[in-house]
C-alpha cells in the first residue's frame, strides 16, 4: 500500500504515534485497529479501503518506522571535505567538529527509539529485514563517504582483518552503542566521548603510513611479549608452524617476522632459526608433506592405469582442495614464488624446486602427448605450469566456491577448451 496516499499516511502515522508514545499500551493490548482510526479521525470503512488486513497495515507501520536519508554520499564527502578546510586540514578537530555540530541529530530521542522498535520488529516482516538492511547499507555508504574525504588525500589503508565493509559495519556498530546508551542514560554519552571514541578507533584502525599491518601491531604495547618465552612448546615444530599460519593469514608473507613467529609459538628465536633458518623454511616444512601427497596419488594413477584425462582432473581437484585447507601458506607460497622469481631465493633455497606443483604432472602430460590424448603445443613442463598456474589464480580469485567448482571449472576449461563443438 502506497503511503503517498493522503488518508493511508494519517492512519500510518496515528499507529507510528500511539506505538512510540503509549508503549505500555501496547503491551497491555496490542496495536488496535479501533485506536488507530480513532487517533486519526478515521473510519472504519476508510482504513479497511486502504489497508486489505490489518498485517498490511502494520507493515506499513513498521516501514514508517526507518527513517529517511538525511545526506547521500557526495553531500557527506562535501559535507566533510567542508569542515576539514574549516579547519585547517586537521583530521581529528574536522571529526571532534563534526560530531559537536551534528551530535543532537545523532542522538535525536524519536529517531533512536523508531531505529530501535524496527529492530525488535523486522523479525515479523521479510519485507521489514530487507528494508532495515537496505538502510545499513544505506549509512555504510556514507561512513565510507566521509572515510574517503578525511584520509583520501593521504593514501590511508585498513589495517587488516578490516575492509571496507566491516570498518563500516564497525563505525555504526559505535554509533548505535551510544545512542543506545544514551536514551537511558543521557548523561553518559557527550559529542566529546563519541569524538574520542571514534578518534580512538581511527588511530588503531586506520594506516596513513601504508605498512600493510595487521590491527594486532597497533595493540602490540598492550601485551609486550619476551622474546625470551617463559616455556618452552613441547613440540617447537609444530608450534613454529601453527604460528605462523596464523602470522601469514594476519599479515601476509613479506610483513611477517620470524621473531614474531617465535614469540606468538613460545618458541626462542634462537631454536626457531635453528629449525627453520628462513620464512621460505617455514613454507616448506608447512606444505612439504602435502605437495608429496600429492605426487604419490598422481604416480598411483598411473601405475593403476587411469586414463590420463582423468589423472589430471583428480589432481585439480586435490590441488583445489590444498588450496582450500591452506590458504594461508598457499598465499604465502605464490608471494615467496613471485619473489624467487624476479631476485635471489631467500637464504639459498628455492621453493619452486622444494615444492614444485606442476613437476607433478609433466609426466602424465608427457604420457598424454605420447598417447595422442594431449597437444604437444608446449613442452610438459610448460603444459604443467600452465595448468597448476591457472588452477591456482581461478582458487586465489573465486575463494567463495567450493575446491570442486574451482576444479571442475579450470578441468572443462583446460581439457575441453573454448570452441564449441
Do not use: W
Amino acid at each position: 500500500m502506497a503511503v503517498e496516499d493522503a488518508a493511508a499516511r494519517r492512519f500510518v502515522e496515528a499507529g507510528l504515534r500511539i506505538l512510540i508514545d503509549q508503549p505500555g499500551s501496547i503491551l497491555d493490548r496490542g496495536l488496535r485497529s479501533e485506536d488507530v482510526i480513532n487517533s486519526a479521525n478515521g473510519s472504519h470503512a476508510t482504513f479497511y479501503r486502504k489497508f486489505p488486513s490489518k498485517s498490511d497495515f502494520l507493515a506499513e507501520v513498521v516501514d514508517g518506522l526507518i527513517p529517511s536519508g538525511r545526506y547521500t554520499p557526495k553531500q557527506m564527502r562535501s559535507l566533510v571535505l567542508t569542515e576539514m578546510s574549516a579547519n585547517g586540514g586537521l583530521t581529528r578537530a574536522t571529526v571532534r567538529a563534526l560530531i559537536t555540530s551534528h551530535f543532537s541529530a545523532i542522538t535525536d530521542e524519536l529517531t533512536v527509539t523508531k531505529r530501535l522498535l524496527a529492530q525488535v520488529l523486522a523479525v515479523s516482516t521479510q519485507r521489514t529485514t530487507f528494508a532495515l538492511r537496505a538502510d545499513y547499507q544505506r549509512r555504510d555508504q556514507l561512513v565510507l563517504a566521509a572515510f574517503e574525504a578525511s584520509f583520501g588525500r593521504l593514501g590511508a589503508t585498513l589495517r587488516k582483518p578490516f575492509t571496507a565493509t566491516t570498518f563500516a559495519t564497525a563505525m555504526i556498530a559505535i554509533v548505535e552503542g551510544f545512542m543506545i546508551r544514551r536514551r537511558a542514560d543521557p548523561g553518559s554519552v557527550t559529542p566529546a566521548l563519541l569524538a574520542d571514541t571514534i578518534l580512538a578507533v581511527l588511530s588503531t584502525i586506520v594506516d596513513t603510513a601504508q605498512l600493510h599491518e595487521h590491527v594486532d601491531d597497533a595493540l602490540a604495547s598492550l601485551d609486550p611479549q619476551s622474546s625470551v618465552p617463559r616455556t618452552m612448546a613441547r613440540d617447537p615444530r609444530s608450534a613454529v608452524i601453527v604460528a605462523a599460519r596464523d602470522e601469514f593469514s594476519k599479515r601476509g608473507y613479506f610483513m611477517t617476522r620470524l621473531e614474531t613467529i617465535a614469540s606468538n609459538a613460545s618458541v626462542p628465536v634462537e631454536t626457531a632459526r635453528m629449525l627453520f633458518p628462513t620464512k621460505s623454511h617455514i613454507l616448506i616444512g608447512a606444505l612439504k608433506s602435502r605437495v608429496s601427497a600429492l605426487t604419490e596419488a598422481v604416480a598411483d594413477d598411473l601405475l593403476i592405469g587411469v586414463g590420463t584425462i582423468t589423472i589430471i582432473e583428480n589432481h585439480l581437484l586435490r590441488c583445489a582442495q590444498l588450496v582450500a585447507d591452506e590458504t594461508a601458506f598457499m598465499d604465502a607460497l605464490v608471494a615467496a614464488v613471485a619473489h624467487d622469481t624476479y631476485s635471489e631465493p631467500e637464504g639459498m633455497i628455492s621453493i619452486k624446486q622444494q615444492l614444485n606443483l606442476p613437476a607433478i604432472i609433466a609426466p602424465v602430460i608427457q604420457q598424454g602427448q605420447d598417447d595422442g590424448d594431449f597437444t604437444d603445443l608446449g613442452t610438459p613442463t610448460e603444459i604443467a605450469a600452465g595448468i597448476t598456474n591457472t588452477l591456482l589464480l581461478r582458487c586465489f580469485t573465486r575463494r567463495h566456491l567450493s575446491p570442486e567448482e574451482n576444479a571442475t571449472f579450470i578441468g572443462n576449461l583446460l581439457l575441453q577448451g573454448l570452441r564449441a563443438r
